[in-house]
């Protein structure tokens, strides 16, 4: 029987640990409660620089080798895989060491970094080290947003004409995941246009990663938009595709797949609306904990030598259109092209 794959876990926060408190979340959703699940993985180290969240996580979960500084555990501990859970602002620099210590995968929190230029230089470096390197967009396992991709592959709303998005929260935290899902349904966008909320009308922990709205093309023609804000009490993640033979959508952050296509026995008399919509029966989506199924994607990019569903190139993807917004709203809402030309453009977040 082959050894478990060794798990170094760097950041010992929220994601890594502290949501499977999060009475609202499907469980497993951290780090920590994925790789436990995994019959192929263990567990061996931590480290964090916050030693309340050190001392907890070990406690918890029974991890004895733990550090402060996560440099020590890369040398001391001989790792397959590593996940970065740390703060964004560290990505570049955790990834680039962790890449250069031998381990066979990295599995790195959204958003993959601050600027373009770091997140290419994040992929170079796994790439040069032949380190498979995954970006946590985790709606990409989920089941029911697989399900739309497959309803518009099949054609059950014929060719897709516009694909709108509506979050809470900002545009690196909460817009990276949907614009790397829009990416996974439509493909990669041509211009975006964009105006993001003002420091003034924003919470103090939310001045550096304000949302905004914007609206964008695909190079494939079909028209985009995203309507975001940081200002609610309440958490929204939705998306709402129209075709030229039906629309699906996507509600209550994946809970809710409806699907509705031309009632076509019935005949409404009017010179561009000749039917109406009628809600459709959709096959039963076995239902799959997202977090098990990206651990599953890290192991399996390493035993068959392929990529994961969500590579450095997609999670720099999904922070280049966010970092387009900011920089839409820099020109007074101008249209940007992509690719985005200003690599430096840097946006701090938690």
Same mark, same amino acid.
């Given at each position: 029987?082959?050894?478990?794959?060794?798990?170094?876990?760097?950041?010992? $926060?929220?994601?890594?640990?502290?949501?499977?408190?999060?009475?609202?979340?499907? &469980?497993?959703?951290? &780090?920590?409660? !994925?790789?436990?699940?995994?019959?192929?993985?263990?567990?061996?180290?931590? !480290?964090?620089?916050?030693?309340?969240?050190?001392?907890?996580?070990?406690?918890?979960?029974? =991890?004895?080798?733990?550090?402060?500084?996560?440099?020590?555990?890369?040398?001391?501990?001989?790792?397959?895989?590593?996940?970065?859970?740390?703060?964004?602002?560290?990505?570049?620099?955790?990834?680039?060491?962790?890449?250069?210590?031998?381990?066979?995968? =990295?599995?790195?929190?959204?958003?993959?970094?601050?600027?373009?230029?770091?997140?290419?230089?994040?992929?170079?470096?796994?790439?040069?080290?032949?380190?498979?390197?995954?970006?946590?967009?985790?709606?990409?396992?989920?089941?029911?947003?697989?399900?739309?991709?497959?309803?518009?592959?099949? $054609?059950?709303?014929?060719?897709?004409?516009?694909?709108?998005?509506?979050?809470?929260?900002?545009?690196?935290?909460?817009?990276?995941?949907?614009?790397?899902?829009?990416?996974?349904?439509? $493909?990669?966008?041509?211009?975006?246009? !964009?105006?993001?909320?003002?420091?003034?009308?924003?919470?103090?922990?939310?001045?550096?990663?304000?949302?905004?709205?914007?609206?964008?093309?695909?190079? %494939?023609?079909?028209?985009?938009?995203?309507? $975001?804000?940081?200002?609610?009490?309440?958490?929204?993640?939705?998306?709402?595709?129209?075709?030229?033979?039906?629309?699906?959508?996507?509600?209550?952050?994946?809970?809710?797949?409806?699907?509705?296509?031309?009632?076509?026995?019935?005949?409404?008399?009017?010179?561009?609306?000749?039917?109406?919509? =009628?809600?459709?029966?959709?096959?039963?989506?076995?239902?799959?904990?997202?977090?098990?199924? !990206?651990?599953?994607?890290?192991?399996?990019?390493?035993?068959? %030598?392929?990529?994961?569903?969500?590579?450095?190139?997609?999670?720099?993807?999904?922070?280049?259109?966010?970092?387009?917004? &900011?920089?839409?709203?820099?020109?007074?809402?101008?249209?940007?092209?992509?690719?985005?030309?200003?690599?430096?453009?840097?946006?701090?977040?938690?």
């Amino acid at each position: 029987m082959l050894d478990k794959y060794r798990v170094g876990i760097i950041g010992c $926060g929220r994601i890594a640990s502290l949501f499977e408190e999060d009475q609202w979340r499907d &469980h497993p959703c951290t &780090h920590v409660g !994925a790789y436990s699940s995994n019959e192929k993985t263990k567990i061996v180290a931590a !480290a964090d620089i916050n030693t309340g969240n050190l001392r907890t996580f070990s406690q918890k979960w029974g =991890i004895k080798s733990v550090y402060s500084d996560y440099k020590e555990m890369l040398e001391r501990e001989e790792l397959d895989i590593v996940s970065v859970a740390a703060n964004t602002v560290m990505h570049h620099e955790i990834v680039t060491i962790a890449a250069k210590s031998g381990v066979k995968a =990295i599995f790195c929190e959204k958003p993959i970094a601050t600027s373009l230029r770091e997140a290419d230089e994040i992929i170079k470096i796994c790439e040069k080290k032949c380190v498979k390197l995954t970006i946590n967009h985790t709606r990409r396992w989920d089941p029911y947003y697989q399900k739309i991709k497959e309803l518009i592959n099949d $054609g059950k709303i014929g060719e897709m004409t516009s694909i709108s998005g509506y979050f809470t929260s900002g545009l690196l935290i909460m817009g990276t995941h949907m614009f790397d899902m829009l990416r996974f349904l439509a $493909g990669d966008v041509d211009w975006i246009a !964009a105006a993001i909320e003002t420091k003034k009308d924003t919470k103090d922990n939310q001045k550096n990663d304000p949302s905004g709205s914007s609206y964008f093309q695909f190079k %494939n023609g079909v028209i985009g938009s995203v309507i $975001g804000s940081s200002k609610k009490q309440y958490f929204i993640f939705e998306i709402d595709i129209q075709g030229t033979m039906g629309r699906v959508k996507i509600w209550d952050d994946g809970n809710n797949l409806e699907l509705w296509t031309p009632d076509m026995k019935k005949t409404h008399i009017d010179y561009n609306t000749p039917n109406k919509l =009628i809600s459709q029966m959709i096959t039963t989506v076995k239902k799959k904990n997202y977090m098990i199924s !990206a651990i599953e994607d890290v192991i399996e990019s390493i035993e068959r %030598n392929e990529e994961s569903l969500c590579t450095g190139y997609d999670g720099m993807a999904a922070l280049e259109l966010s970092l387009a917004c &900011h920089k839409s709203a820099q020109c007074g809402g101008s249209k940007i092209s992509l690719p985005l030309q200003d690599k430096e453009l840097r946006v701090i977040t938690r």
